[in-house]
T-cell receptor, first 112, second 118 residues
Framework: RKEVEQDPGPFNVPEGATVAFNCTYS??????FFWYRQDCRKEPKLLMS???SGNEDGRFTAQLNRASQYISLLIRDSKLSDSATYLC?????????????FGIGTKLQVIP | NAGVMQNPRHLVRRRGQEARLRCSPM?????VYWYRQLPEEGLKFMVY????????ESGMPKERFSAEFPKEGPSILRIQQVVRGDSAAYFC????????????????FGEGSRLTVL
């Protein structure tokens, strides 16, 4: 089983739609979680951290379910500019250092 | 406050040559990660370094690849005797360190070095 699993998509959604991505992780000792966004041929950039209580940033909502070992990202009112690949990231503190694992990414294409 | 700087941005090598990719982390960051991304694929972890130490190199191919992060100067990813399959984007990221969580979780990426092997 992969350490971090994501559906690669692509998810093709119309403008204004709501879309949700899930990501599962295998290590129950994982401690921190993030969503990154990567535009085509660009570097990944942090979109948001994911907290146990869930967190929201504008149209974006991230949630963590430790019992089921998955995190989710919800995007409301999709914009054309949301088209990108969304990377799930899981950190584990191991031997005093953080091990950072990226999922393969889920590709989102917002259609006019 | 400059971000993570990678150079060269683009590098063309012929088969059998050596490629050296450099990464200067953000100011105040002592941890460096290297990732490889093949076209239309995800980020693959290669190596994690702290100053003068390799912490985790579990993602590094056993041959031809090496990495260092000296006390002074940038981190270097070195690929010897390149082959066509080494053509990829190589991203470097830096972070502050390990404590306290979760504040150190964010990785800051450079713009990547795109290696093309002819």
């Amino acid at each position: 089983r992969k350490e971090v699993e994501q559906d690669p998509g692509p998810f093709n959604v119309p403008e204004g739609a709501t879309v949700a991505f899930n990501c599962t992780y295998s290590n129950s000792a994982s401690q921190s979680f993030f969503w990154y966004r990567q535009d085509c041929r660009k570097e990944p950039k942090l979109l948001m951290s994911v907290y146990s209580s869930g967190n929201e940033d504008g149209r974006f909502t991230a949630q963590l379910n430790r019992a089921s070992q998955y995190i989710s990202l919800l995007i409301r009112d999709s914009k054309l500019s949301d088209s990108a690949t969304y990377l799930c990231v899981v950190n584990v503190l191991s031997g005093g250092y953080q091990k950072v694992t990226f999922g393969i990414g889920t590709k989102l294409q917002v259609i006019p | 406050n400059a971000g993570v700087m990678q150079n060269p941005r683009h590098l063309v090598r012929r088969r059998g040559q050596e490629a050296r990719l450099r990464c200067s982390p953000m100011k105040g960051h002592s941890h460096v990660y290297w990732y490889r991304q093949l076209p239309e694929e995800g980020l693959k972890f290669m190596v994690y370094l702290q100053k003068e130490n390799i912490i985790d190199e579990s993602g590094m191919p056993k041959e031809r690849f090496s990495a260092e992060f000296p006390k002074e100067g940038p981190s270097i990813l070195r690929i010897q005797q390149v082959v066509r399959g080494d053509s990829a984007a190589y991203f470097c990221a830096s972070s502050k360190g390990t404590a306290p969580f979760p504040n150190t979780g964010e990785l800051f990426f450079g713009e990547g070095s795109r290696l093309t092997v002819l």
